[in-house]
């Protein structure tokens, strides 16, 4: 192995295809085919980028799915960047199309080293790794690539052992190696910020306004056991924090540095630490930002407080997404989610009261259901009639006890990789058939978004927003294409 590293050049990318949350292990969301969901910023490529800083390392770093660029364009980036290593972020759902990309840039390049990174290579076992044709990738990270990225690369180029950088796995002898997957990192202050000065910023938008939304992770873990999630198995289900002077910072950075006003708080559970939050928002409100950026966060319908939501709208924050997911007692027991309706329509009013946006999301298609339960969550589809809306059917991810649950009924195909939210490997529950769940996505989206008091009420913002008519056009026309679509 060359061990001259001074010229090393790594290059870190999101393949062209579609567009995938590819950054999100969590969800993975496709983005195209979603009702309303917006691309989020590459910070995964970003943490690698900014752990390489002062080290002799060239970086080259594209999203190529938000340039819109296609294979040709990565050919040509490649042949004339010439890298000695390509760090790539897959999703289950494009795994086969990311391979065969891989292969590509193999034929152009014998020597290049491969580092692919996905929640798909959390602590696998074997057999989910026999069904992927691996032969042009020397190293998986399914841990925390933020934490280990540049690390592993590190050593890679040093001649030495990855084996105690936790997360990954690594070829020896022909073997797959895993390292340990068992500890998650708690310091979460010591990260430097993503390198965004080689992210394309202004790719990701706010939907409604199409300026630049910084995506800043503030948090992760969640103590909850949802059977669908993959929160609790690859991030833990300790809640782990930045400290909000930390955050701070990066909301600063982004703001001075990079002109950046609008910020996807990203976390599982933002609201689930009351007295966190309101500090966080207490450093916003009394810093020269205040009033100058808005935020959007997630939260749990419960534990939550009006006073709560009401700090974070002073503080910018416009939007608030929940995870309602269900509108069936029974479903929202044995989904594990720990919440009620009644929490759902007492969150929802809360936001309301405080002034905030809602984005609920839902799901239907659990093995148990049939048409009563997917109608209860119709129901509170509309008994909420949030801002915006997604319906997703679950997917049985590895791990989770939604799969075992799959496998043992029988509603689960052979292969779960190549699928997303929107096309799940779970051949439907014991009483329905996965068409009938995906005209019932289809039938009650179109129902929601093309009413004529949905319409109206999205009008009204544009009186004080006019761009935000061109950016709502977008989304309705893109949503009424993917609603008109024959289904996947
Ligand atoms: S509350 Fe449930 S869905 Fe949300 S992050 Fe926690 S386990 Fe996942």
């Known amino acids: 192995m060359n061990t001259d590293k001074s010229n090393k050049k790594i290059m870190l990318i999101y393949p062209p295809g ?13 983005i195209e085919n979603s009702a309303a969901t917006s691309i989020h910023a590459c910070n995964d490529l970003g943490y690698v980028a900014s752990g390489l800083h002062g080290l002799p390392y060239r970086i080259f770093l594209k999203d190529y799915p938000v340039e819109k660029g296609r294979v040709s364009d990565l050919i040509s ?23 065969d990309t891989i292969a590509r840039l193999k034929t152009l390049h014998s020597g290049l080293v491969v580092v692919l990174k996905g929640a798909l290579f959390f602590d696998p076992v074997d057999t989910g790794l026999s069904r ?15 934490f280990v990225g540049a690390r592993l690369i590190h050593c890679h180029f040093n001649n030495k052992s990855p084996h105690h950088l936790g997360g990954i796995l690594y070829k ?3 073997a797959w190696i895993k390292t340990d997957f068992s500890r998650f990192e708690d310091n979460l202050d010591c990260l430097r910020f993503p390198d965004r000065s080689l992210m394309n910023n202004q790719r990701y938008t706010r939907p409604d306004t199409g300026r630049a939304q910084a995506t800043i992770s503030v948090a992760r873990g969640c103590p909850s056991s949802c059977i669908y999630c993959l929160t609790p198995i690859i991030s833990g289900k300790k809640l782990r924090q930045r400290s909000p002077e930390n955050v701070m910072a990066e909301l600063r950075e982004c703001y001075h540095r990079f002109k950046i006003h609008d910020f996807f708080l990203k976390s599982d559970t933002f609201t689930l630490d009351a007295s966190w939050v309101k500090r966080l928002c207490h450093l916003i ?8 950026i808005a935020w959007v966060a997630n939260s749990r319908t419960r534990p939550l407080e009006y006073e709560t939501l009401a700090l974070m709208k002073q503080a910018g924050c416009w939007l608030v997404a929940f995870g309602f997911e269900s509108g069936s007692p029974e479903s929202l027991i044995k989904m594990g989610k720990g919440a009620t309706v009644d929490d759902s329509l007492r969150a929802a009013g809360l936001a309301r009261k405080a002034g905030l946006k809602i984005f609920g999301f839902f799901m239907a298609g659990f093995p148990w259901e049939n048409m009563d339960h997917l109608k209860a969550t119709e129901d509170l589809i509309y008994g909420i009639n949030a801002d915006f809306i997604e319906i997703h059917i679950p997917i049985p991810h590895a791990k989770t006890p939604l799969n075992h649950l799959c496998t043992v009924t029988g509603q689960y195909s052979v292969d779960d990789l190549g699928h997303d939210y929107f096309a799940s490997p779970a051949t439907g529950t014991l009483h329905l058939s996965k068409g009938q769940i995906q005209d019932f996505r289809k039938r009650v989206l179109f129902d929601y978004y093309f009413r004529v008091s949905y319409i109206l009420n999205r009008l009204k913002d544009t009186i004080k927003n006019p761009k935000a008519l061109i950016y709502y056009g977008h989304y309705a026309l893109r949503l009424f294409v993917n609603l008109v679509r024959v289904r996947p």
Do not use: W
């Not at 999100?24 to 969301?29: A, T, Y």
């Not at 960047?81 to 391979?99: G, R």
């Not at 409100?285 to 100058?292: I, P, V």
């Open 77 to 99: 980036d490649f042949k004339t960047f010439f890298p000695d290593l390509v760090f790539m972020s897959i999703t289950q759902a494009t795994i086969f199309h990311d391979l």
């Open 172 to 174: 020896h002898q022909g």
């Open 18 to 30: 579609k567009a995938y949350q590819r950054g999100e292990d969590r969800c993975q969301g496709n």
């Open 285 to 292: 409100m009394g810093s020269e930002l205040c009033g100058h």
């Open 132 to 146: 992927l044709d691996l032969s042009c990738v020397d190293y998986l990270i399914g841990g925390e690539s933020d």
